[in-house]
């Protein structure tokens, strides 16, 4: 197994700033044996009381003095380095600063640099590689400020706490990693009634006596912080019938603002079989209880025949899901086929009309319908053509992000390798834009308590950091 790679010095995310031109190697500066106060104090524990953690590093994240005054007075939990705004002084900070610069500039290759950037219309985004050397990244889910899951299809499960990457192992064995198929979305969840804490995982599953068959299936299992490896797994939900078909599984699971749980499944290419029907489970979005069971108010719930937790139909692929943070409103989004890719507000008992309606193609430029509307079908939110291959997506909510920011969209792009920002207005997206363009195909986008955001890159194997720089 390939052995992702942390991005990062131990424990913190300050980078090397100097104010200093680069001495020769192996000189000492006077500064060296003399570290001010607050370092030894506050920084030598973790860093060596030499300061040894920030020589000969390759800093990712800026060694910049604007960058390292960042760091040191706003924290990055997530990479295991606390705040220290109102702990330590402006000078105090500016002495450690001052000292870093010195003892990176020991080494006389060194040269000072501000981290990556990316320069949209109106905002200047850093952007920070905090993980590299990931197969396939799928999924991602924080646990708190300072914990990140992340899926990889091939079937592993990593936890990033405080600057520390680690697999957990007890994961399901009956994993269909083939074509589209392996291990898909996580989910973390903290019942408000008990404070009982659970993980979700969403994945192809094999079929209990065919591997050649599968269905996309939902399980959780208790969660414990200290734990390396988790056991006692509860299978909710397998979205029969389990087909041969190794693509369009879908899938993502999110807890609403009503507090059910939502699941999104793909019709398993099979457009013509399942999403038009309510007696079988693929191209569908689905309710539940977070324990698994039924809701008495789902719509199709009393229909006789009908799969039970059927929320919304006529879905094609979903694989992206966000839950309003404004409205609790479940939005999805699907891919098309040859253009017509969708985003939909999944609202109760309503069919999205694939294929009856559709604003794409086949593959091959053959018409599937010449119909883009129909009386009872609902009409995308927003659709793409060409097709993006939308895969992830996250409304920016709070933070640092500036007002202009606030609502938008974030979508990853699959087919054309980007990050895609749509501003939304009374439900209808009034302008797109490019970032990222390039960096390889956007599988998922994560926002964690303070809104920070977080992009996983299949290929590239990377997860970056999304930081605003603002202007003072």
């Given at each position: ?25 192996g000189t000492t500066s006077s500064s ?258 977070p324990d698994g069971t039924i809701p ?177």
């Open positions: 197994m390939r052995k992702p790679i942390v991005l990062l010095i131990p424990v913190a995310i300050v980078a090397a700033s100097t104010l200093y031109p680069a001495g020769e190697k060296q044996s003399n570290p001010p106060e607050a370092y030894t104090a506050y920084c030598s524990s973790c860093h060596g009381a030499d300061g040894q953690d920030f020589v000969g590093r390759d800093w990712k994240l800026g060694s910049d003095p604007e960058s390292i005054n960042r760091a040191i007075t706003d924290g990055f939990e997530l990479l295991g380095m606390p705040a220290f705004d109102g702990v330590l002084t402006e000078e105090e900070i500016h002495s450690i600063q001052d000292y870093l610069g010195e003892r990176a500039s020991s080494e006389g290759d060194f040269r000072p640099s501000p981290p990556q950037t990316l320069q949209a219309s109106d905002l200047t985004i850093g952007v920070h590689e905090i993980i590299n050397g990931l197969e396939t990244p799928w999924g991602m889910d924080f646990i708190n400020d300072s914990t990140l899951l992340i899926t990889e299809r091939e079937g592993r499960l990593w936890k990033f706490e405080s600057g520390v990457l680690s697999d957990i192992a007890g994961l399901p064995s009956d994993i269909h990693v083939k074509g589209q198929g392996g291990l898909l979305d996580v989910m973390h969840w903290s019942d408000p009634n008990d404070g009982s804490q659970w993980i979700y995982l969403t994945y192809s599953k094999n079929h209990p006596d065919d591997d050649d068959l599968s269905a996309t299936a939902l399980v959780r299992a208790p969660w414990d912080a200290t734990a390396s490896t988790i056991t006692n797994w509860e299978e909710l939900f397998v979205a029969e019938p389990y087909e041969s078909t190794h693509r369009h599984y879908g899938s993502r699971v999110a807890i609403g603002g009503d507090g059910k749980m939502y699941l999104t499944c793909g019709e398993r290419g099979m457009r013509d079989v399942h999403p038009q029907t309510l007696e079988t489970a693929p191209g569908k979005v689905h309710r539940f209880n008495a108010d789902n719509p199709f719930v009393n229909t006789p025949g009908a799969v039970p937790s059927i929320w919304s139909w006529g879905h094609r692929n979903p694989q992206g899901m966000i839950i309003h943070p404004i409205s609790g409103a479940v939005w999805t989004h699907e891919h098309g086929p040859k253009g017509g890719d969708e985003i939909n507000i999944s609202r109760r008992g309503k069919n999205y009309g694939w294929p009856k309606i559709t604003f794409g193609r086949n593959y091959i430029g053959t018409i599937i319908t010449r119909d883009t509307a129909m009386t009872g079908l609902e009409q995308p939110l927003h659709y793409w053509l060409p097709s993006i291959g939308p895969c992830g997506m996250q409304m920016i909510h709070g933070g640092a992000w500036p007002e202009t920011w606030q609502g938008n969209l974030l979508v990853g792009s699959l087919s054309f390798e980007y990050l895609e920002r749509l501003q939304i207005s009374n439900e209808t997206v009034v302008s797109r834009e490019r970032l990222l363009d390039g960096i390889g195909r956007v599988r998922d986008i994560a926002q964690n308590e303070s809104g920070e955001i977080f992009v996983a890159v299949e290929g590239a194997g990377t997860i970056l950091h999304l930081e605003p720089i603002l202007e003072e």
